[in-house]
């Protein structure tokens, strides 16, 4: 299978939202409760039950205002810090295509993958509502099911966001051919994030009108420093027990503490 | 739609007014972004910086109810820049038209039309006419200099309309208007074209109508009617509005936009007469001279032969009085009173879509029986358990039949294309549900029965129907309606033999009794046709026979081609664009005869050359000889030469010029449902309000008066005054806001689908009221925060988002905040229905109340569409006390 990528480009997203929809119909996630907080925007994060959502933000801007439509989604990274993160062997894979996949009934619900991710995705079943145990961790598959299964002629092979995306503004594309859409982008003035060969050579790349942090990205997206050290440094020292424990502290403060506050829900 | 959804890729300018497509045509905004990568600008004009907005290079605010002031000066600037497209408003429009000189408009008479009665509202409309020479053809001037012709006289109404006078009706600055202005002005020359997409935004006013003529005249100045790219296109509220319309639904036209019978039409002689336009006008084809074949061919569909004449069925055909109004607002006025019995609410939910709806809600305490047809229980169908309901004193008996829903049945659909699809059942309904069609089937033989059997008032038009559309049991009853042979009616069949002179070809053609007809063009005011719809007639292919094989003139063998059987064309999907201009005939398929763009001839100069060789549909080829239909006789004399490529051409027949640019006395000019042959800038006596749009205030507005002539709002509305729910507030201190009902992506209509559904309520789970910071600021809101809004006529709870993409609007020298409401809530929640799915509750129950609570009962003075995009109302701080109020 070669290598696949979806692009966002959010000049052409109007956010009509049929993505978020797409998403929950095809891969049977259940609606959260929800209630209006003085914003379009819902639900108000990301969940096991929610692995996409629009991002919306009013911006000033030289050009007057803007209403900027962001997407939180899993960015499928080539260096993935879930991955990174990850303790258990085979529960977190890169596929062929590109795509990264929590594999649930491996996830033991540590929880580090969770904090582990640069752009604040996965997060984790506390209930055990999806019926793979607590705490396991959920986040965007890229529709592996329909990868495999599809059909190529009906474009029923591609994510389901993309298949029901109307303006075009989602759209998955080989790897091989972004280079020169990247370079369409770049002459039209939009600016790309993410993407193969980008600092963490996502699968998913963003061509933004705007700065990414005015779409709810962060602007130098890293892998936090407690993971790296964990899998660079500390792990091949085999000192796993005790950096567990400073792990799960932290991972505690960055789950928690600031998810809320990263993602302009409210404006 | 004039053109179609695909076709607004090839515009140069989108004007997005009087619509947001990007929340509720969100398909249609793939074309929008076409025609941006194609390099085309994007104009959103809209009293909110919408989703739309957000997408488009210009924004350009303006108070709700003030489209005409905007377009208004939208003329005047074209017309002071000389930006007309000259040779096309000349030869395709009324321009050159000499008006009657006792004509005169609002600058002369305050804000009146020349023949105003004060006593009946009404206006005379004798001086809106045309002068005619000694054989009754308008008289005209090609220089358009006489100061009576259309255009000077266009001039001097709009002359009014300064960019300052705009500005200060609006709200919209200077020079953002001039913006929007010279952008849309920019597309009267050359390969350039303008689109116009418009929805409610533009209907649900008092001057709704004016608002889109005034748009037409825009059009028509820069020569963008008929052509690619161009044209006024009405984004449909819902998928199949458009068929609703094209097949009558409407009181005061048959299908086929066929005028309703009234009670003094003495004959169907007389009725189908009255149809067709009188003109003396030499290269107008006139086509609506066909009507009689149309109405003939509609009382067979309706009657088949039984009764032998036409005029015996004609007297079976329902009439209104004269001068009767059967419009929604009417109808809910009459129920009010106590005039209706018993109503059905089919595939409808009048408690939460009817404007004023606590008047609705009321009305249906009076009457004895309702039934309701839908999907999901809702504010209609259990009203009297609704918020300050007495379930105990109310006696309407409710019955509530359940339907399947579109992809539980097949069928077919006319979307605003004017484009037929033909749409397969996927799933079978639950439970008892069935198609509307069986509903209605059933009903039908319960009644006809009754009828049968006890006779009563008038059982004629019951007894006589024909009604074959399925297979019979025993007592000849239809089983089940089979949809295919609805659409087979509604393309038309012979119901006798008959050899007519093909009109193409020239030749004698039989026709056997049942054959399908080709297309409208036959059809026969003889009563030897049936059609239901006569501009879908032609969406049938005909059957053809088995071809053997053999050997052809070349001597090479030549394969067996098998029989073909009848087949709707709407089921096609054919994918080839012959033209490159995205028209694809072979998808589905479009009235009429599967034109994509209608007035398509207004696409090409009066030779018959494209204006544009960029934007090229259609020619006219003089040396096209026309094939004679194989097996067939030929023709006694044969057709003349000439014929049009590409598009199906509107009329057929030669353009109105000779190369040579000598006039063609056997050519038609281009606008053929037009008397004049020519599109319409001066209205002449169409519409109630006058020949040309003029600004009028909102019923209820924020300012004292209109800026432009002492007649602040439309003349000839009609006010309702006689049920208590009927109040207004007009610069009324309690409420100073404009208020403005819309839609959000996520809903459908009154929510009646899509509320059940989890993930859309999830999305957008209850009432907002969007409002400006400075409002907020002003009042003390705080964004998220519960608030109520409230009109003369009723409240609704809201929670507050506050944003700047409301801002205030300075209208003369006072500041005018607006806020805005989405109407697809209602109080019958899945939590208070008391209703389970697979054994559990619903998940996702919304919030709020319909917002039509808060619209008036006031409607457009030519269609009746009420007013719910301009009223005005409070918001104040939520009490614990409202939340009792609910019910």
Redesign the interface.
Known sequence: MAAKMIVVDTS?C?????C??AC??WNHL???????????E??PDLGSTTYTRILWN?V?TAK??????GQARCMHCGDAGCMKACPVPGAITRLESGAVVIDQSKCTGCKYCVFACPFNVPRYDRAGARGFGKDRSFKCTMCVDRQAGGNDAKKTNIPACCKTC???ALSFIDKEGFQALSDAATAKGLKVYGGPGSKLDTSVAFFLEGEPHQYGLPDKPAIPAPTYLWRTVLKPLGMVAFVAGVVAALAHYFAIGPKDSGEGG?? | MTNHWVDIKNADVVLIMGSNPASNHPIAFRWITRAKENGGTIVCVDPRFTQSAAKSDIYAPLRSGTDIAFLGGMIKYILDNNLIFTDYVKLYTNATHLVNPDFKGPGELDGLFSGFNKETKKYDKATWSFQVDEKGVVKKDPSMKDPNCVLQLLKKHYSRYTLEMVSSITGCPTDKLEEVYKVVGSTGAGDRTCTELYAMGWTQHTVGTQNIRCMTIVQQLLGNMGVPGGGINAMRGESNVQGSTDFGLLFHILPGYLRTPVATDASFKAYSESLVPKTAEPLSMNWMKNYPKYTASLLRAFYGLNGGSLETQFSWLPKTDVGMNCSWLTIFDNMYKGQFTGFFAWGQNPAASGSNSNKVRNALKKLEWMVTVNLFDNETASFWRGPGMNPAEIKTEVFFLPCVFIFEKNGSLNNSSRLQQWRYKAAQGPGQTLPDADIINELYFKVRKLYADKGGAFPDPILNLSWEYGEKDANGKIKEINPETVAYEINGYWVQDKTIDDATTKQARPFKKGDLVPAFTYLQDDGSTACGCWVMSGSAALPAAAVPAGVDAKGNPTPAVPAKPRSLKSKGRGKADPTGMGLTPGWGWSWPVNRRIIYNRASVDGTGKPWSAKKNILKWNPDAEIKPLANLPAAKTPPPKGGWVGDVVDGGGAPPLNADGSVNEKGFLPFIMKGAGVSSIFGGASLAEGPFPEHYEPLECPVERNLLSGTRINPVIKIFKDAPEDVFATCDDRFPLVGCTYRVSEHWQTGVITRWLPTQAELAPGNFVEMSVELAKERGFANGEKVVVESVRGQIEAIAIVTKRFRPFKVGENIVHEVGVPWHFGWATTARMDVKANGLPYSNPTFGDSANLLCPTVGDANTMIPETKAFMVNVRKWTPADEKGRG
């Open positions: 052409k109007t956010a009509c939202r049929g978020q929809t929950k119909m259940a609606a959260v409760p929800t209630e209006g907080k003085g914003t379009y819902n639900p009013e000033e007057g205002l803007q209403w900027f439509f109307p303006t075009g409210e404006h």
